[in-house]
């Protein structure tokens, strides 16, 4: 190191330049953006091809009437597929009785409205589960952001009440960290949360349209929390 060269800054604070270090939080309650049912739709037949030929007229009957709601739908998603064998029970070898299908399938909403019509008509469906809802927030929901400048704006407020209390001021920012920066967990937005609907349905035996069920959406809690370092004046003591 010349004597040029100016000696760094070290990692804690002097009299000179005390250094105040405090933590910035923020929670917010905010209405969720969108909402995921999952629908399950079985079917069961006496041989392998006729339990297949009914799940497929099932699941595509249920994706025709999930397409009808167009803009409504953000996001459709076919999951696990199977079709298992049951046999008959104290039998010698592997006498098969029927076999059982099933598909999975998530969908997405951002229209609550049409959320509790298509929960209902689904769940009315033959052979078919329906559970959910789940509400959330999209993950580049402005929400986060708010979160995030108001956990910065508590930080700054506390280091300056930290500072005022000893009859000095702020001079700089030395450090901002988010916790996840720091090896910390980062708390987010809370996970979704289940709206406890949870239906099965059989052929009901009528093609009347059932009643929409009247879904209350979830608010949702997001959290931030920061670090933050200042250096401030020489306190009055």
């Known amino acids: 190191m010349t004597s040029e060269t100016p000696a760094p800054a070290p990692p804690y604070g002097t009299p000179e330049t005390p250094r105040v270090a405090?933590?910035?939080?923020?929670?917010?309650?905010?209405?969720?953006?969108?909402?995921?049912?999952?629908?399950?739709?079985?079917a069961r037949g006496k041989d392998r091809r006729a339990a297949l030929d009914d799940l497929t007229r099932r699941n595509n009957q249920l994706l025709t009437l999930v397409k009808t709601y167009g803009?409504?739908?953000?996001?459709?998603?076919?999951?696990?597929?199977?079709?298992?064998?049951?046999?008959?029970?104290?039998?010698?070898?592997?006498?098969?009785?029927?076999?059982h299908g099933r598909v999975h399938v998530t969908v997405e909403l951002n229209d609550f409205t049409a959320l509790g019509e298509l929960t209902t008509r689904t769940a009315d469906h033959d052979m078919t589960r329906t559970t959910g809802p789940w509400w959330s927030l999209r993950p580049a929901s402005p929400a986060h952001g708010e979160a995030r400048r108001r956990a910065v704006r508590d930080a700054v407020q506390r280091a300056r009440e930290y500072a005022d209390a000893l009859g000095a001021?702020?001079?700089?920012?030395v450090e901002l960290a988010d916790l996840g920066a720091e090896n910390t967990p980062?708390?987010?937005?809370?996970?979704?949360?289940?709206?406890?609907?949870?239906?099965?349905?059989?052929?009901?035996?009528?093609?009347?349209?059932?009643?929409?069920?009247?879904?209350?959406?979830?608010?949702?809690?997001?959290?931030?929390?920061?670090?933050?370092?200042?250096?401030?004046?020489?306190p009055q003591l």
Do not use: C
């Open 22 to 42: 405090v933590r910035g939080e923020a929670h917010l309650e905010v209405d969720p953006e969108i909402a995921r049912i999952d629908i399950t739709v079985s």
């Open 71 to 99: 803009p409504a739908i953000e996001k459709v998603e076919n999951g696990a597929f199977s079709i298992t064998p049951e046999t008959t029970p104290h039998s010698r070898g592997e006498r098969i009785r029927a076999y």
């Open 169 to 173: 001021r702020l001079t700089a920012l």
């Open 186 to 234: 980062t708390l987010g937005a809370m996970p979704p949360v289940p709206g406890g609907l949870r239906t099965r349905s059989a052929y009901s035996g009528t093609d009347e349209t059932p009643t929409a069920l009247d879904l209350e959406p979830q608010r949702q809690t997001v959290y931030a929390q920061v670090n933050a370092r200042f250096t401030m004046t020489p």
